[in-house]
């Protein structure tokens, strides 16, 4: 086992007080800067790109430079662009770089228009979006396009919002969101992927191939924004915007490999975070945004902050708005979103000696080869053609695909002697008040998708089973019953109301519906509003009466099963005690009511996973699989006081990463492995067999995990390490195989080198991260 001398860590803290000291203080006029030094160590680019780059700066005035790292924010109506307080007039001027939240080929002209044909020099404008999970189209939410681990699915997800978005006068999407999330209170939750960086990693390429395509200058690919740059979904408390305070061993290890892979993938922009970082806000960030980012990882695009982010430095405690202006540049940050610090402050910066005019050619350059690699100085407009968007938007083929991803990203959390799927007979009482909520079916982050456009449950259940089976409604209950709660929603297009019965009146009249029917679908769950952004919760159970709503329908007696919608894993104790069925899914786009009743009457068979973790109350979070031991692991003996445990529930989640269900069973043999001892310049072959053992066909995602069981640091008791999902007919076996690497069973230890440790290993493969089979081996010195 390696020993950290001492030396070492006085040279790691000695580091940290240097780093902070640097950030802090101005730099003179005549020290050299880090922008020089980086711009010097620069890597190759397109020569030609970079010969038209470098012309164009070498005739621009300072003014100029900082123009092009302003990014404006244009509200938009129905009839066009409504440009904010001054923004025409400064990209007139040349004030601006880009724009973002507005869209259509005849808004974006008009804008690209005042850019190209009143400035001096004629530069074009990027246009940005939040494109999170679809454009007009909308797919499932990011965490449900996690569910259905199928790699080439939320490619193409990614894929058909970027004609989507392409068409309608956008080539730039603030997506994907990479963050790691454990915390289910945080609301951003439901914009990733989850807990696991082996996951993560993975749909992050999917969702940038998926976005870029192999050729940006193409008409129907954008460009895509890394977010957040760093650790957003480490918030304490699960609250946004919160402080971020980790060691460098956890960041490396757990939180930055998907920002890696992201980079690796040739995403084209970064997007800063919110939070400050071990006491530095990320968009001020050095060691974050050149030192790791750019020296260490080699990403050659441009950073952009998130919404005022350079601002709200001040608040952090950075300084004035002109010293964190410097603090942002100097940092790396290139393009200031909204908050006008670059446009109001830098000239005076550079006069004054704090930042020097090679600062800000860096950040103009990058900004620039963005342009250059969309091909928009070629064709400034060749994103506004007005024949695209009826062609390419929401054709049937798109709609379509929304409809197989919705379906496919449903995770079957309970069937009690195979209560689902349902007869296409007989009556339903269909009762909860998320049954007919277009508004809710397509999610928070929806861009330009049309919630009066998608399906309800309802209408899904009608579409599908016609009137072979007689619905029975009643709302039941409300979303939320909090007068203050629903004033927060609807302040942000909520669409919420109560009803006006009391809560009694509207339970029993879901009561008596279901006692007429001969089961009951309870659809239930959160509003679109309760989770994203600025939308965490403190209470992760189901809002408002809800859960007394389905108490209620428990003592009918009839059979329950429990639709659930939301945008994070929820604590749902007594719903798995007493419910027969439940299904989650989430929120699930367009077609989400389709795809829902596809799932329900057994068209589909669910085959989704879950990538967060489930908790049995909200005590428990943050939870998730990949944790470290302790030295007082509890073995589960209930007198056994002094070991890390609760008092009043288990450790247990409810539902463990990778849980999910299927109408058909499978059946796993006993892992094999090529080898018992390897060493660490060889690979491991891993086989299982698996059998669809039940009465239907199915898709099955089988998962290995390994562990590291002594090292130089503690390491966590499983890491997923490789996953396939594969199709199974009714009675169908498989070898499913797989190949342990050596960089697989590397990780950064205490002097952050990626390092293959020689030692004893368990591999674990299985249907979920509890139920697994393990296999031992050694990698040798």
Excluded at 2 to 27: E, P, Y
Excluded at 95 to 116: C, D, S, Y
Excluded at 683 to 705: A, C, I, K, M, P
Aim: aromatic share 8%; glycine share 8%; charged share 25%.
């Amino acid at each position: 086992m390696k020993r950290i001398s001492t030396a070492f860590l006085f040279f790691v803290c000695l580091g940290c007080s240097q780093n902070v000291t640097q950030q802090q203080r101005t730099t003179t006029a005549n020290t050299p800067t880090p922008a020089t030094n980086t711009e010097a160590a620069r890597p190759a680019k397109d020569p030609e790109m970079d010969r038209f780059v470098s012309d164009l700066l070498a005739k621009m005035t300072l003014e100029e430079k900082i123009g092009q790292l302003n990014l404006a924010a244009v509200g938009f109506d129905v009839t066009g662009p409504v440009v904010s307080k001054n923004v025409d007039e400064n990209i007139r001027q040349g004030n601006v770089g880009g724009v973002f939240n507005t869209f259509t080929p005849v808004a974006a002209r008009k804008l690209q228009e005042l850019a190209v044909n009143n400035t001096r020099l004629k530069i074009p404008l990027l246009f940005g979006y939040d494109v999170i999970h679809g454009h007009r189209t909308i797919f499932p939410i990011p965490l449900a396009l996690s569910t259905s681990w199928d790699m080439n699915l939320i490619e193409q997800s990614a894929r058909i919002a970027a004609e989507e978005a392409s068409a309608d006068g956008l080539n730039w999407v603030f997506s994907p969101m990479v963050d790691i999330a454990r915390d289910a209170r945080w609301g951003r939750i439901s914009e990733g992927a989850g807990e696991d960086p082996y996951l993560g990693s993975e749909v992050a390429k999917a969702m940038i191939r998926g976005y870029q395509g192999d050729d940006l200058t193409r008409n129907n690919t954008v460009m895509a924004c890394l977010k957040h740059f760093a650790l957003y979904g480490a918030a304490e408390a699960g609250r946004d915007y919160g402080t971020t305070d980790m060691s460098l061993q956890r960041m490396y290890n757990e939180y930055m490999p998907p920002y890696k892979a992201a980079i690796e993938a040739g995403v084209g922009s970064v997007m800063t975070s919110f939070n400050d970082i071990n006491g530095i806000p990320a968009t001020g960030n050095r060691w974050l945004m050149t030192e790791l980012l750019r020296d260490t990882w080699g990403f050659d695009g441009f950073v952009v902050t998130d919404y005022t982010a350079i601002n709200e430095m001040v608040a952090h405690g950075m300084g004035t708005e002109a010293e964190v202006g410097e603090l942002a540049l100097k940092a790396g940050t290139d393009m200031d979103m909204v908050g006008e610090v670059f446009l109001k402050h830098l000239g005076q910066s550079v006069k004054d000696g704090k930042v020097t005019e090679a600062e800000v050619d860096l950040a103009c350059r990058r900004i620039l080869e963005g342009k250059y690699k969309l091909g928009l100085f070629e064709d400034p407009y060749r994103y506004t053609d007005e024949a695209r968007p009826a062609a390419t938007i929401m054709k049937p083929e798109f709609i379509e695909a929304s409809r197989d991803i919705a379906r496919k990203s449903m995770v079957l959390l309970k069937n009690n002697k195979n209560m689902l799927p349902l007869k296409q007979s007989g009556s339903i009482a269909l009762i909860g008040p998320l049954v007919n909520r277009q508004r809710e079916m397509i999610g928070n982050w929806s861009a330009a998708g049309d919630w009066k456009q998608a399906v309800s449950l309802e209408q899904g259940i009608r579409n599908v089973v016609g009137n072979k089976v007689k619905i029975n409604y009643a709302k039941g209950a409300n979303i939320a019953d909090d007068e203050q709660m629903l004033k927060r929603l609807n302040a942000h297009g909520g669409e919420l109301d109560i009803d006006s019965r009391s809560s009694d009146a509207m339970i029993q009249e879901a009561v008596r519906v279901a006692r007429n029917s001969d089961i009951v679908v309870a659809v239930v769950g959160e509003s679109q509003g309760m989770t994203g952004e600025a939308a965490s919760r403190a209470d992760i159970t189901l809002p408002g009466q809800q859960l007394e709503l389905l108490k209620a329908l428990k003592k009918t007696g009839k059979p329950l099963v429990v639709v659930l919608m939301n945008g994070r894993p929820l604590a749902l104790q007594w719903e798995e005690q007493n419910a027969d069925a439940i299904l989650e899914t989430w929120f699930a786009g367009t077609q989400g009511g389709n795809a829902i009743a596809d799932v329900l009457f057994g068209l589909y068979n669910p085959s989704g996973k879950l990538t967060t973790t489930f908790p049995q109350v909200v005590g428990q979070e943050p939870l998730f699989y990949n944790h470290k031991n302790t030295g007082r692991p509890f073995g589960g003996e209930l007198l056994d006081k002094y070991k890390s445990r609760y008092l009043d529930v288990t450790n247990e989640p409810l539902y463990p990463f990778g849980f999910g269900l299927s109408y058909t069973t499978f059946d796993y043999g006993t892992p094999q492995i090529s080898k018992t001892t390897i060493s660490p310049s060889e690979s491991l072959e891993v086989r299982v067999e698996v059998r669809n053992t039940g009465n239907y066909d199915g898709e099955e995602v089988v998962q290995l995990y390994i562990q590291d069981l002594v090292g130089s640091i503690s390491r966590p008791v499983k890491e997923l390490k490789g996953f396939q999902k594969i199709s199974l007919k009714k009675g169908e076996a498989r070898m499913v195989t797989f190949t342990i690497t050596p960089d697989d069973l590397k990780f950064y230890n205490y002097a952050l080198e990626h390092v293959l440790e020689p030692g004893d290993f368990k591999v674990f493969v299985g249907t979920n991260s509890r139920d697994v089979q393990e296999v031992a081996f050694r990698v040798q010195e």
